[in-house]
């Protein structure tokens, strides 16, 4: 396997970015001798247009990379899921309201100088899971974003393609001398964007405070979040 020259990206970090695409399961690059890329395969779940996602790779890396690559080399394979009671699902059908959300687990993975967040919720009756992810520096004052950040994920897998979700902002407050997360997500439809704004109390949890209160942002508008 070719060498990463210091300071340019491995194959890791590649993978890392893709799999943070709406809809992507996984992927795996195949590199020249001298470390280029030569090809990328990309397993997806069925009902985005292949064409999005090899857009929305291409992008991905651009921003997060600082690399151009040729959108020939990117290929994809779609696969159905079914969604089975209490399974982990990467990508569901859009909720309505009325349908629940209720937080199942949070974790945080340190890496070297990265950090993954990893957030479990629960949609509906039946008992789905779905899982966000979220990675950024290895810094503890920026793990609660990321937090947030995954519980964004996990919801815009919930939604489907109809959703676009996206975390905004997060800041802590003090309210009748207790912390409380104030979370800002942006949603965006077929009808347009709109902001929504969730709080939720710490209670000495703050990585709970700071996922429930993603979950209330999107419960303001059609949800009604589980506690």
């Known amino acids: 396997m070719p060498e990463t020259k210091k300071g340019e990206p491995g194959s890791g970090d590649y993978e890392r970015v893709i799999c943070q695409i709406k809809g992507v399961l996984g992927a795996r690059l195949v590199t020249e001798p001298d470390g280029s890329i030569s090809e990328i395969h990309i397993m997806a ?3 985005r247009n292949p064409k999005q996602i090899v857009r929305d790779v291409e992008s991905a890396i651009l921003v997060q990379l600082g690399v151009a690559v040729d959108h020939k080399k990117i290929s994809i394979v779609q696969v159905e899921l ?6 982990v699902a990467e990508e ?10 209720r937080l199942v687990s949070i974790n945080l993975f ?11 919720v629960e949609a509906g009756t039946g008992g789905t899971i779905y899982q966000g992810h979220a990675f950024g520096p290895n810094a503890p004052e920026y793990n609660l974003r990321l937090v947030a950040a995954a519980t964004v994920n996990a919801l815009e897998k919930c939604c489907g393609s109809n959703w676009s979700i996206a975390l905004e902002d997060l800041v802590w407050v003090e309210v009748a001398h207790h912390r409380a997360a104030v ?3 942006i949603l965006v439809t077929h009808q347009g964007s709109e902001y ?10 703050d990585r709970q405070a700071a996922a429930r209160a993603v979950l209330k942002a999107l419960a303001s508008r059609c949800y009604h979040a589980n506690d």
């Open 82 to 87: 079914p969604e089975l009671p209490g399974e």
């Open 183 to 185: 979370c800002a997500i």
């Open 45 to 47: 779940v069925s009902g």
């Open 92 to 101: 569901g059908l859009s909720y309505t309201q009325g349908d629940r959300l």
């Open 110 to 120: 340190t890496r070297g100088l990265e950090t993954e967040a990893t957030v479990e």
């Open 196 to 205: 929504l704004v969730g709080a939720a109390l710490a209670d000495g949890d």
